[in-house]
């Protein structure tokens, strides 16, 4: 009777409750759709500028993707532990308790709500570029409207929101590898002696070495954000036991083979110079293939890859604030659900604040302050790991993180010299963020007394 009562559960939408109907498919969708977008075309250039070789820009490619693998490996432990909706918050509020976990989840709500404006921000600017002739109007029109649309779909329910990731998802990954296919049959005005050449300016001591490596790897980092998107969506995954640690190892290796091969074209087609000194380095590689229509071609791909990453991005984050309500550590209205499967009041509160940041901020001033919760949000959820095998050590475990404790202390090491480096880098953008965090604690002790 109880194997019947949960199969019904799991097959009919039922108001107010998140529907349990997303399988392996959908999780890889979501990684992919959530992590890559413009950073693998824009960020190569700064990357190039920083190191000045291209040995250490395959490196540090590849060191980062080995990092996000290091974070699936003990992300996979916690969400197939506690399967629940939310992402980070979860793990962080059975680790640290209410405040703890409330700094986690409001800190990952603003970073992820910062991420959805300024991606909209450069959504709007090219899609103005693009079809301005056609659709005259500001960038900012372009924003709004995007997220607009998409909110739309999404409050239909969980199936269109999901539907809509895996075509976005599939078309971006094809697109991609037509970007890379076209590089190596149509390119090549780059040889192999000016590839090796420094003609970029590499660093001129060990310190200045160290220090490029670091901004390097912030910038191939921001590239890679986005790899735990389908840990949000434990509670609505069929078999979360099996399919989340498939979804994260499965969807960022496929991450690391296109971000490499995409940094390989286009180190085959421009100068590692010309490389460095460009700002949007798959433009420029495009231009020199196909002339003026390489420029509408990349936009074009850059507008596919925005839309996957929006559309994720509409689905988990929401879920932060489902959790947080649920919890008590948040309104509980956010915890309402459509008969879609859609938390509609959460998907309000998250896309209102996004538009509302697309009219005021800028790419580089949002990019700045969501980059400092990144780090610390990864630092706290690594001692959630320590700490739930500590203190529940017969919590039962699906899938036990391998090379524990050494794998996940040398990701914790990672993150705390990532975070003395940020610091380092943007101290303004860190003044911010720590102000934001400072904030949380008066808004919690309001929520509790509410509560």
């Known amino acids: 009777m109880e194997t019947l009562q949960t199969e019904t559960q799991t097959q009919l939408p039922q108001k107010g409750k998140l529907l349990r109907i997303l399988g392996v498919t959908f999780g890889l969708a979501v990684v992919i759709g959530g992590t890559i977008g413009v950073g693998i075309l824009r960020s190569p250039g700064a990357v190039a500028a920083q190191l000045g070789s291209v040995w250490l820009i395959i490196l540090v490619w590849t060191l980062g993707g080995v990092y996000s693998l290091l974070g699936a490996n003990y992300t996979a432990e916690l969400a197939t532990m506690i399967p629940k909706a939310g992402g980070p918050y979860v793990y962080a509020h059975r680790a640290y308790g209410d405040y703890g976990g409330f700094v986690v989840g409001w800190s990952d709500w603003m970073l992820n709500t910062l991420g959805l404006a300024f991606i909209a921000i450069v959504f709007g600017e090219y899609a103005a570029a693009l079809f301005a002739p056609v659709f005259p109007g500001g960038a900012i029109v372009f924003s709004v409207s995007i997220l607009i649309l998409l909110t739309s779909l999404n409050w239909i329910g969980l199936r269109a929101g999901s539907e809509t990731q895996k075509l976005t998802s599939l078309l971006k990954a094809i697109a991609l590898l037509g970007f890379v296919v076209a590089c190596f049959v149509f390119g090549g005005q780059n040889d192999s002696a000016s590839a090796v050449q420094p003609t970029a300016a590499a660093p001129a001591s060990s310190f200045a070495l160290f220090v490029a490596f670091i901004l390097a790897s912030q910038l191939v980092l921001s590239a890679y954000d986005g790899w735990n998107s389908v840990v949000y969506f434990s509670e609505e995954d069929t078999k979360p036991e099996q399919n989340i640690p498939r979804s994260l190892f499965g969807g960022v290796l496929l991450i690391i083979v296109i971000y490499l091969l995409v940094n390989l074209a286009l180190l085959y087609v421009l100068p590692l110079s010309e490389m460095a000194a460009s700002k949007f380095a798959g433009a420029d590689a495009m231009s020199l293939i196909f002339g003026a229509r390489g420029g509408q071609i990349i936009t074009a791909l850059a507008l596919l890859s925005i839309i996957g990453i929006i559309n994720a991005m509409l689905m988990f984050v929401p879920r932060i604030l489902l959790a ?34 697309t009219t005021i901020g800028s790419f580089e001033s949002l990019l700045g302050i969501s980059g400092f919760f990144v780090v610390t949000n990864t630092i706290l959820q690594i001692g959630s790991l320590f700490i739930l095998r500590r203190r529940e050590p017969d919590l039962p475990r699906p899938f036990r993180a391998w090379g524990y404790p050494f794998a996940p202390f040398v990701m914790l090491l990672l993150a705390i010299v990532l975070f003395f480096g940020y610091i380092v880098s943007n101290p303004y953008s860190s003044l911010y963020a720590v102000a934001a965090l400072v904030v949380s604690y008066p808004i919690y002790r309001l929520v509790k007394i509410n509560h």
């Open 324 to 357: 947080l309500g649920r919890d008590g550590l948040f309104v509980s209205k956010a915890a309402t659900v459509n008969k879609g499967g859609t938390p509609v009041f959460a998907l309000a509160m998250t896309v209102l604040p996004a538009i509302v940041l």
